[in-house]
C-alpha cells in the first residue's frame, strides 16, 4: 500500500455518465495524498469493456511521463455505440513510487450515428394534440429470455415523462431540456433494466408543451419552436444468449388525453383526478379504446445526446408556518424563495377543488401578491379524485416562490401535508464561504439559492415572471461565482453550443440563448457572452475543448463588433442596453448614465484581448497576432474619445472608473488617480454604490486591486439603500433584481419589472471567494493557487472551501489578540499555492510551530516591499503571524 491513491474519477466532468456521443471523451482523477508537496510525475489509463480488467482490453496509455490528471482525451480505438467502457487508472510520484489501480469508473456511449435510430416521431391525432390537454402515449411488449441489460433512448418536442411498467423510468425533470430545438434537440439515455421483466411489459409517455410549444416571453406569444408535440422512443434490451430485441415508437403506439387537463411552464397545471386512468402504463391496463399515434415528420434538428446534467428534486422544505392574511387568505410561508413545485397529499371528497398559487412575497400590509408575476399564472388546480388519500405534484410546470395560497384544503392538514420541492440541474456544489458577519453569510446563501433557482437547464435571468429567458448578459456576469459555487462546464458548454447554433451569421449573439426574437440581438456586455464565458471556463477549470469548441463563436462576435463603429476600433452605433439598472439613470430610465459608447468600446476590448489570449492558448499564431493587434487600436482608440489628454475619464461615473481599470484601457500612469477618483465618488455617494448590472460585478475587485480594500469592505457591509445588505435586512433569501425591489418604507418597485431572484448582482461572490477568502488562481484549473486573503478590518475570521478539479482547496483565516492572524490552508495533491502575506515581522511567521525556513514542503520564498510570498507544495498548513494594524 503506497501513501498516494488515484481518486474521484470523472469522465468529461461526470462520475460514470450514461449515454454520452463524444468519441473523445476526457478522463480525469484526483490524486490523495497526506504527504506535503506531493507531485505526480507519470500516468496509466486502462480501458476496458470488463470491470475486472482481465478481458476484452479497449486501450492501455503506457506509461505517460507526465503530471497531468485531468482532461485527458480518451486516445484508443474508435468508440462503439451502446457500449460501456470501464477504466481505470494508476499513477507514480517524483520517487518513482507506483500507486495501485484506482477503483474503476466507466461511461457508456450513447447512438454514435443517427443512422442507428429505428423509431419513429409519433405524434396525438391534431383533436387532441391542438387542446391544451397532454398526451398519454403507451405500448405493450412481451419479452421472452432472461434480461442481462436493457436501455431505452428517448427525446420529444416538448417535454415528457416516461414509465416503463408504470414506473418512471428515473428521476430526471423536464426533459428533454431546452436546447435550440430547430438545430439542437437532446434525447436522454435510461437504464431501465431493473424495471423490465420477462413476459408483458409496458412503456408510458407523457408529453406537455414546454419550452418548445408553450408560452414565452412577455407578449403573450407560444409555439416558437413547432405546433405539436410529439415523442422518439428505442428501447434495446440485450438477452443472456447474446441477442437483443428492440422496440420502437411508431404507428403501433396508443394516445389518449388524461387527467392533465393543462400544464404550461408559466401558469401551471390543471390536473382533475377524476379522469386518472389507472395503470395506463402497466400491461394490465386495456388500451383498445385510445387513437392510434400518428407518425410524425422528423424535425430538422440534430439529435445529441445528454450534454449537461439533468434536473431532479434536489431538496425538500416544510413549510414554516401557515398565514392568515389581512384580506383572509391562507398561506403557506415556506421560508425560503425557491424554485420548483409543492407536493402535497390531501383526503377530501370527489369533486374538491384544490388551488395552489405562487408568489415570491407578501405586499406592504402583509397581503398575498402576484402583481411581479405580469402574466404568468403560477397556479395549481387539482380535482381531486375522492374516496381515499391522494397525491399530487406537477410534471411540466415548475413556480418561483416563497409563498403559497391555498384554497380547498383545511388549515390542519398544510403543515404537515405540504411540502416545497426544490428543482434546478443536479450540479455539484464545489464551493462555501463563510465569515464572521451573519448578514455577509446570509447574502452568500441569497447568492447560492439565487443560481439554483436559476439553474434550471439553462441561466435564467428569474424563474418567476413571464421570462425565465437565458440572458446573456446576466450570465457573464455571474459565470465566475457560478464556477466558485458549483461545478458548471456541462452546464455551460450545452448553452455556450446553443449561443454558437444562435448566433446570426454576422456574428450577432441574441439577448437570449436560446434565441426567443422577442428580447432582440447585438447589444455590448450581453453579446460578450460568447467570449467572456468561454474563457471563464477555460481559467477555472483549465479544459482547452471548451476554447476549441466555441471559438468560431467567439471570433465571429468579435468581427461583428469591428464591423459595427464609425471605424473599425469604436463601437459607437446600434442598441446597446448600458449599464443596465444604473443608479444614476435618468428618471423613468433602466439605463445608467454611463454613455452607451463607452461600455460598448470597453467590451470590444476586453473580448478581443481575451480573444487573442486564446488564439495564442489554442496556439492559432496567425490569430493571436491579428487580435494583438486589433486590441492595441481598440486601446488607442478609446484614449482618444473617452480619455481627457490629461488622462481623465470623461464620464465620470463610477462604471465608466471600473470599466477603464478591470480592463486596464488607461495608460499605467493614469491608473492610480482613476481608481483615487472612483473611491472618492464613492465616498461622497454616502459609502454607496450606484452601478448597475455592468459595472457592479467588477467594484469591489477594482477597489481591492488599486489598494482601496477597507472601503470595499464598507460597501460590502453598508445595510442601507443601495447595498448588498439592504436587500438582507429587509429579509431577502435570494438575490434581488432592484436593489430596492423592496422599498425603505415597504412599498414594492413596480410590477413592470422587480424579480426577487435574479442572480446578476450576486457577483459579488467571487470577490468574497477570491478576496476574503482568498483563493484564487495562478495558472487554469487551480494548478497553482494563489491565496491571498485580505484582512478586513470589519471581520474577525473568514473561510472559503472550493473543490477544484484537482482537489479540495481551503482557507480559513481567524484574527487573535493583538495584531496576531492564525491562517490554515488546504492545498490539493499534485498543485502548488503561492500564499502572499501581508507585509509584517518575518520573524513572527510560524507552521505549526516551526520557522518558516525549516517546514516540510516548502518550496520558496520571497520578501518584497509590500507582503511576504510562500510557496508551498500539496498539504494541509498552519500559520501564524503577526501583521500591521490595518489603517481605515
Not at 410 to 424: A, D, K, P, R
Amino acid at each position: 500500500m503506497t501513501y498516494f491513491t488515484v481518486s474521484n474519477l470523472r469522465v468529461n466532468y461526470r462520475k460514470n455518465p450514461l449515454g454520452i456521443d463524444d468519441y473523445r471523451p476526457r478522463l480525469s482523477w484526483e490524486m490523495i495524498s497526506e504527504r506535503r508537496g506531493f507531485v505526480q510525475t507519470a500516468y496509466q489509463i486502462e480501458v476496458a469493456k470488463a470491470p475486472d480488467f482481465r478481458t476484452d482490453m479497449v486501450w492501455d496509455s503506457g506509461k505517460m511521463e507526465s503530471g497531468r490528471t485531468v482532461h485527458i482525451a480518451y486516445a484508443g480505438p474508435e468508440l462503439k455505440s451502446r457500449m460501456r467502457y470501464y477504466f481505470r487508472v494508476r499513477a507514480w510520484d517524483d520517487q518513482g513510487i507506483v500507486s495501485g489501480w484506482s477503483e474503476p469508473s466507466y461511461w457508456e456511449t450513447a447512438l454514435l450515428s443517427a443512422e442507428e435510430w429505428q423509431a419513429s416521431w409519433i405524434t396525438a391525432p391534431l383533436y387532441l394534440e391542438s387542446t391544451d390537454q397532454c398526451d398519454y402515449l403507451r405500448s405493450d411488449f412481451k419479452i421472452t429470455g432472461q434480461i442481462v441489460s436493457a436501455r431505452v433512448y428517448a427525446t420529444s418536442l416538448g417535454l415528457y415523462r416516461l414509465f416503463v411498467n408504470g414506473v418512471p423510468a428515473d428521476d430526471t425533470l423536464f426533459n428533454p431540456g431546452w436546447t435550440s430545438y430547430t438545430k439542437r434537440l437532446q434525447y436522454q439515455t435510461y437504464d431501465v433494466t431493473a424495471l423490465i421483466s420477462q413476459g408483458a411489459n409496458t412503456i408510458g409517455c407523457m408529453l406537455g408543451n414546454g419550452w418548445y410549444k408553450g408560452y414565452l416571453a412577455w407578449e403573450g406569444d407560444k409555439e416558437f419552436f413547432g405546433t405539436e408535440r410529439a415523442a422518439l422512443i428505442q428501447l434495446h434490451v440485450t438477452l443472456d444468449d447474446g441477442s437483443e430485441i428492440v422496440i420502437v415508437s411508431d404507428g403501433s403506439w396508443r394516445t389518449s388525453s388524461g387527467p392533465l387537463l393543462m400544464s404550461e411552464l408559466y401558469h401551471g397545471e390543471h390536473y382533475d383526478a377524476r379522469l386518472e386512468m389507472d395503470g395506463w402504463a402497466s400491461p394490465v391496463f386495456a388500451a383498445e379504446h385510445w387513437e392510434r399515434a400518428i407518425v410524425h415528420d422528423a424535425p430538422a434538428s440534430e439529435l445529441i445526446a445528454q450534454e449537461n446534467e439533468p434536473a431532479k428534486v434536489i431538496e425538500i422544505l416544510k413549510p414554516k408556518t401557515v398565514i392568515t392574511t389581512p384580506q383572509g387568505d391562507t398561506v403557506l410561508d415556506m421560508g425560503q424563495n425557491m424554485v420548483g413545485w409543492m407536493r402535497f397529499t390531501v383526503s377530501a371528497e370527489a369533486g374538491t377543488v384544490i388551488t395552489l398559487q405562487h408568489a415570491e412575497v407578501l405586499d406592504h400590509d402583509g397581503n398575498f401578491y402576484m402583481g411581479n408575476l405580469r402574466s404568468a399564472k403560477q397556479t395549481v388546480t387539482y380535482i381531486c379524485r375522492g374516496g381515499e388519500t391522494e397525491s399530487y405534484e406537477p410534471y411540466f410546470s415548475f413556480q418561483g416562490f416563497r409563498y403559497v395560497k391555498v384554497t380547498g384544503v383545511s388549515t390542519n392538514q398544510l403543515l404537515e401535508q405540504f411540502v416545497g420541492c426544490v428543482i434546478h440541474t443536479d450540479l455539484e456544489q464545489t464551493g462555501s464561504f463563510r465569515c464572521s458577519d451573519e448578514l455577509v453569510n446570509q447574502l452568500q446563501q441569497n447568492i447560492l439559492w439565487g443560481q439554483r433557482g436559476n439553474f434550471l437547464d439553462i441561466p435564467t435571468d428569474c424563474p418567476q415572471r413571464d421570462e425565465r429567458l437565458g440572458w446573456t448578459g446576466d450570465a457573464q456576469v455571474f459565470i465566475r461565482t457560478a464556477a466558485y459555487n458549483m461545478n458548471v462546464v456541462p452546464f455551460f458548454e450545452k448553452w455556450l453550443k446553443d449561443l454558437a447554433a444562435d448566433q446570426e451569421s454576422d456574428g450577432r449573439v441574441p439577448h437570449v440563448i436560446p434565441d426567443v426574437p422577442a428580447a432582440g440581438y447585438g447589444s455590448s456586455a450581453w453579446g460578450d457572452a460568447a467570449v467572456i464565458c468561454p474563457w471563464t471556463l477555460y481559467e477555472c477549470y483549465g479544459d482547452v475543448r471548451v476554447l476549441e469548441n466555441q471559438y468560431p463563436s467567439m471570433r465571429a462576435w468579435v468581427e461583428y463588433m469591428r464591423a459595427q463603429g464609425d471605424d473599425e476600433y469604436l463601437w459607437n452605433t446600434g442598441f446597446h442596453f448600458g449599464d443596465w439598472l444604473g443608479l444614476d439613470a435618468k428618471e423613468n430610465s433602466y439605463t445608467g448614465a454611463t454613455p452607451k459608447d463607452l461600455i460598448a468600446t470597453a467590451f470590444y476590448a476586453y473580448s478581443t484581448e481575451l480573444l487573442a489570449r486564446t488564439a495564442f492558448v489554442l496556439e492559432y499564431a496567425e490569430d493571436a497576432k491579428e487580435y494583438r493587434k486589433l486590441h492595441e487600436g481598440i486601446l488607442s482608440a478609446f484614449r482618444a474619445e473617452f480619455v481627457t489628454p490629461n488622462g481623465r475619464v470623461a464620464s465620470p461615473t463610477q462604471t465608466a472608473y471600473l470599466l477603464a481599470l478591470m480592463f486596464d484601457l488607461l495608460e499605467e500612469k493614469d491608473r492610480l488617480r482613476t481608481a483615487k477618483m472612483l473611491a472618492e465618488h464613492i465616498e461622497e455617494n454616502g459609502t454607496h454604490l450606484t452601478t448597475g448590472f455592468v459595472g457592479t460585478p467588477y467594484l469591489n475587485h477594482v477597489l481591492s486591486r488599486f489598494g482601496y480594500t477597507d472601503l470595499a469592505y464598507r460597501l460590502l457591509l453598508q445595510k442601507e439603500y443601495p447595498s448588498w445588505l439592504f436587500s438582507v435586512v429587509q429579509g431577502a433569501t435570494t438575490i434581488w433584481e432592484h436593489w430596492d425591489g423592496i422599498k425603505q418604507d415597504g412599498s414594492l418597485w413596480s410590477d413592470a419589472m422587480n424579480s426577487y431572484n435574479h442572480y446578476a448582482y450576486g457577483a459579488i461572490g467571487d470577490w468574497l471567494y477570491r478576496v476574503v477568502g482568498g483563493i484564487d488562481l495562478m495558472e487554469p484549473g487551480y494548478k497553482k493557487i494563489r491565496i491571498q486573503p485580505q484582512f478586513g478590518e470589519q471581520l474577525s475570521w473568514a473561510e472559503a472551501f472550493y473543490k477544484s478539479v484537482y482537489g479540495n482547496i481551503g482557507v480559513s483565516w481567524r484574527k487573535q489578540e493583538g495584531n496576531n492572524v492564525e491562517l490554515t490552508l488546504s492545498i490539493p495533491a499534485n498543485t502548488t499555492a503561492e500564499v502572499i502575506i501581508p507585509t509584517c515581522d518575518y520573524e513572527s511567521i510560524s507552521e505549526n510551530g516551526m520557522q518558516l525556513k525549516d517546514i516540510s514542503g516548502l518550496v520558496g520564498f520571497e520578501k518584497t516591499a509590500q507582503d511576504h510570498r510562500i510557496q508551498l507544495g500539496s498539504g494541509h498548513y498552519y500559520f501564524t503571524f503577526a501583521m500591521p494594524a490595518i489603517r481605515s
